[in-house]
């Protein structure tokens, strides 16, 4: 019979197996003896052959997390054996998570690596940038977040990239959210009225996901060009408050905060499942039901008890296919990962001598990860 340890190394070779484009980029980098690297992502199995390629390349690697209920702390602690410094781990305080990124900073990085911009915001609220030379940011939210900067460094965005966005963002979220579901609840959408709340790539792909499994699908979105998008793509496009007393599925996906208000969960119907697939964990005003009676019914589902009436909470309100699930699949995933690594190829080399602004990753640089 096999260790766990022994499950876990066969768990690595199996996802690096399958992650062809992403080893091709890794192996293409240059020495980055040089290269001090801070990464704040999520921190699952997927990520082991990026972060292990970099170290053999000689890179200093610091991890942290962009969420703390998706870290794995089985990968942080191959990965620090391998070589990397990390501070992360699941579940970590919300005090902790911040400190970590005090750390990377204190850890003197030279470039970052990033999936929301705290480490970012944080250097920017110093006003000090210490030796970072060069960054890449890989979502929706921190990208918004760098709007309201005067960037200190050359930012490479690379959410925007019609590879992320056509793949990652506009299917594997929605598929892999949805599956999740399943695999958590041992339900399925029939007969379902499931209401998508936000139309950007990750709602579309969440809203097509839930109707090719049997939801009944409506659309809350606040932007009206959105809201027309979603009209003339066939959806029920709703008001929340209009519809909230017969859904049965909430699904957020917006990148913004309290979305599902406390106004909101007052509405609700018993026994609806709420849930959220996008970066920020407070789409769903979380902190409105702690102060009701609880308990975990089945692993990352807890029932909150208020006014009479059932909620179920889907992984505490943290993105449901990365904290209960395995997130992208591997083949599909692997196009991310490997555009990450040409990223950071680019930022090591060339990019670092950019001017301090915010720019779309270029063409020349994500289509060798192809």
């Known amino acids: 019979m096999s260790t766990q340890s022994e499950m876990f190394n066969q768990e690595i070779a199996w996802s690096t197996r399958h992650m062809v484009r992403t080893l091709k980029q890794v192996q293409a980098l240059p020495d980055l003896s040089h290269v001090r690297i801070a990464c704040n992502m999520h921190l699952d199995l997927k990520m082991i052959p990026l972060v292990e390629g970099l170290l053999k390349k000689n890179a200093k690697v610091f991890l942290t997390t962009c969420n703390p209920t998706t870290v794995q702390d089985d990968v942080v602690a191959y990965l620090v054996a391998a070589g990397a410094e990390a501070c992360a781990w699941r579940n970590m305080s919300h005090a902790d998570w911040h400190n970590s990124w005090e750390k990377a900073i204190d ?6 690596c990033e999936m929301g911009a705290d480490i970012t915001t944080l250097l920017h609220q110093r006003g000090e940038f210490g030796d970072v030379v060069a960054c890449l940011e890989a979502t929706g939210s921190g990208v918004n977040r760098l709007a309201d900067l005067r960037p200190g460094y050359p930012i490479f965005n690379w959410d925007d990239l019609p590879v992320k966005e056509g793949l990652h963002n506009r299917h594997m979220v929605g598929l892999t959210a949805w599956q999740t579901f399943f695999q958590t609840t041992h339900l399925t959408l ?7 709340i936000g139309y950007g790539l990750v709602g579309q792909g969440v809203a097509a996901a ?11 979105e606040l932007d ?12 029920h496009v709703v008001d929340i408050h209009d519809v909230i007393a017969t859904t049965d599925v909430i699904a957020t996906a917006t990148g913004a905060k309290k979305v599902v208000s406390a106004a909101v969960l007052d509405k609700a119907k018993d026994g609806v499942f709420v849930l959220n ?6 789409e769903i005003d979380c902190g409105y039901l702690q102060q009701y009676p609880t308990e975990e019914v089945m692993p990352f589902i807890n029932a909150y008890h208020l006014n009479g009436k059932t909620l179920y909470l889907m992984a505490n309100g943290s993105m449901l296919n990365l904290t209960a699930g395995f997130g992208d699949s591997l083949n599909a995933f692997d196009v991310t990962l490997a555009v990450m690594a040409s990223g950071i190829r680019h930022i090591v080399t060339d990019g670092q001598h ?9 063409q020349s640089v994500w289509e060798k990860a192809l």
């Open 224 to 235: 009206p060009a959105r809201r027309l998008q979603a009209a003339y793509d066939g959806w």
């Open 354 to 362: 950019a001017e301090k602004a915010v720019y779309l990753l270029p």
């Open 210 to 220: 839930a109707k090719a499994y049997g939801g009944q699908v409506m659309v809350a």
């Open 107 to 112: 850890w003197r990085p030279t470039h970052l």
């Open 277 to 282: 697939v996008g970066h920020v964990a407070e």
């Open 190 to 196: 029939h007969e379902k009225r499931v209401l998508v």
